[in-house]
């Protein structure tokens, strides 16, 4: 069974700074996608990932996909506080059955 | 105009009861989902059709009964409402693609809360 791990759950962080987001998976997949949900609002997307070394990036964040090493990165840089939101990876577990991971809620302070 | 909609938006009911959750798109896409999120934010896919033919089933309760009239709307029906059915139910399209990879669009959500 395909599992996904996001780290951290939590993150505080201030404006300006840079780090970065770790999605895990426990079975091959070359489909990853991130989305986006602010607080009672529904998800939005923000990249699909669809091969090894696929890299895309909007604005402050850059998303990229390692398939051997089963795992994503969401990296965002010189944080503003707009960017503050739940941020969930999810995997293709094949006829588009998308498995999330928990979602890493980031704050991001003046 | 809203690509993916759903009613009711909020939906407070006791258990026991019986409710409906519409969910219609305009996107002419081919595959519409239903989704759960707990709690804890916790998104788990419970169902998906294509074209009107149920694909993904996922290990729901049978009180929880899907039906897509057409490719473009996908309603969920849950009988017997249990407290432990409250959450966000969310819907979802996306386009089919020979190689898949298409973005799933949600929608705004329902409310669930069971008293």
């Known amino acids: 069974e395909l599992k996904v791990e996001q780290n951290p759950l939590f993150l505080s962080m201030q404006e300006g700074k840079n780090y970065t987001i770790y999605c895990n998976y426990s079975?091959?997949?070359?489909?990853l996608y991130w989305y986006r949900q602010d607080p009672g609002k529904s998800l939005e997307s923000l990249f699909v990932?669809?091969?090894?070394?696929a890299v895309k990036q909007e604005g402050r964040l850059m998303a990229s996909l390692d398939t051997k090493a089963r795992l994503s990165t969401l990296h965002i840089t010189a944080a503003v506080h707009d960017l503050s939101a739940t941020y969930f990876c999810?995997?293709?577990?094949?006829?588009?059955?998308?498995?999330f991971g928990q979602g890493t809620r980031l704050t991001i302070n003046p | 105009d809203t690509a993916v909609s759903q009613t009711p938006k909020y939906l407070v009911t006791q258990m026991g009861n019986d409710k409906s959750i519409k969910c219609e798109q305009n996107?002419?896409?081919?595959?519409m989902y239903w989704y759960k999120q707990d709690s804890k934010k916790f998104l788990k896919i419970m169902f998906s059709?294509?074209?009107?033919?149920?694909?993904i089933n996922e290990t729901v309760p049978n009180r929880f009964s899907p039906k897509s009239p057409d490719k473009a709307h996908l309603n969920l029906h849950i009988n017997s409402l249990e407290l432990g059915d409250s959450a966000v139910y969310f819907c979802?399209?996306?386009?089919?693609?020979?190689?898949?990879?298409?973005?799933?669009?949600f929608g705004p959500g329902t409310r669930l809360l069971v008293l």
């Open positions: 979802a399209s996306s386009q089919d693609s020979q190689d898949g990879g298409e973005t799933q669009y």
């Open positions: 079975t091959t997949s070359d489909r």
């Open positions: 990932l669809l091969s090894n070394g």
């Open positions: 999810a995997v293709d577990q094949g006829a588009q059955k998308l498995v």
């Open positions: 996107l002419g896409h081919d595959t």
């Open positions: 059709y294509n074209n009107k033919e149920l694909i």
